[in-house]
């Protein structure tokens, strides 16, 4: 799906012909979708919903989704127990956790996951009203009234422009009143956007490859977590956040998630590409090397991302 390794990506309709011709290789050759990595340059294998049965993690994690909303508790909570076991630094799988745990009682352990998921991204706005509510739940006042005040002070800078305005506004009074109300206060219902389906999914993930199009990072990172929230851990979204964050400059960050997918889908060769990128843009030409001597063993008879990739070594080493 992207387009010259060196500035920008390719233009969205070569892209979606791209789709097309590499699924229907696959289909004829029978190879999981996501064994063949999707790249860069090439071009990612297929829709996050077609490949996700492929992999672990995004399994439990639709399974953990379902549970949820059927009101499974613990069927939920153990999906995303197995989830955490790969990507254990995965927030939103922390969230949900936590809602699986709440909802199955286990107030500590889902102010424990909810914690950790603030921790990983403390934007996620309905984390931290859930976990507000929940530690005037379980009695712990100082934590949910620091919360609460975290909360505020969001809610004051944000004002009533931003684009969170209504839902700060709203965290704020669920979160009062769970002061007031004590360990007898209600729990809010999960965001719908947690049991958004494989279509909304896919709608996200492909509004977020245009928006990296037009450079319009920020608003790509939205669209890539909503597309996350609806496949959980996936790798080739993971990879696309990651990418996302290295053009924004936060090269620490892209580095994590390149990990996260590759922890996920060893020969995934989107993110074994990107990553050799990342390390020649940042001077580590024998770590870009080692990428490359990755995607050359999975490639026998060459592959685009291999080839990209040498070019940003060339470029770079000298």
């Known amino acids: 799906m992207l387009a010259s390794r060196h500035t920008a990506l390719m233009e969205f309709d070569a892209m979606l012909h791209r789709f097309a011709r590499i699924a229907l290789i696959a289909a004829i050759a029978a190879v999981p979708a ?3 990595g999707g790249g860069g340059g090439g071009g990612f294998s297929s829709m996050p919903s077609d490949s996700t049965p492929q992999y672990d993690p995004a399994v439990e994690y639709a399974k953990g989704s379902e549970a949820l909303k059927a009101g499974d508790y613990k069927a939920a909570d153990k999906a995303f127990k197995k989830v955490l076991a790969v990507t254990p630094k995965d927030a939103n799988a922390l969230y949900m956790s936590g809602l699986a745990k709440a909802g199955d009682g286990d107030l ?3 102010a424990k996951a909810y914690e950790k998921a603030l921790k990983i991204n ?7 009203r859930d976990y507000a509510v929940t530690l005037f ?9 620091a919360e609460l005040a975290t909360l505020k002070s969001q809610a004051a800078t944000c004002g009533d422009a931003c684009p969170q305005a209504a839902d700060l506004k709203s965290a704020v009074a669920a979160v009062e009143a769970a002061q007031t109300a004590g360990k007898t206060a209600a729990l809010a219902p999960p965001p719908s956007l947690l049991f958004a389906d494989a279509a909304a999914g896919d709608g996200a993930y492909l509004h977020a ?3 990296i199009n037009e450079h319009r990072y ?3 990172l939205v669209a890539l977590d ?3 929230a609806a496949f959980g851990p996936h790798p080739d979204v993971l990879t696309y956040i990651g990418f996302t964050y290295r053009k924004l400059g936060q090269y620490d960050r892209a580095e994590s998630y390149y990990r996260q997918a590759l922890a996920i889908a060893p020969t995934h060769r989107g993110a074994t590409e990107y990553y050799g990128e990342l390390k020649a843009e940042r001077g580590d030409i024998a770590g870009a090397r080692a990428m490359l001597a990755a995607l050359e063993a999975q490639c026998s008879f060459g592959c685009i991302e291999a080839e990209d990739l040498r070019r940003w070594i060339d470029a770079k080493g000298v």
């Open 209 to 211: 490859v245009s928006l």
């Open 137 to 145: 739940k379980i009695g712990d006042a100082d934590k949910g009234a």
């Open 108 to 110: 500590k352990g889902a």
């Open 218 to 220: 920020g608003e790509a």
């Open 34 to 36: 996501y064994a063949s």
């Open 226 to 228: 909503a597309a996350k």
């Open 122 to 128: 403390p934007a996620m706005l309905a984390t931290r």
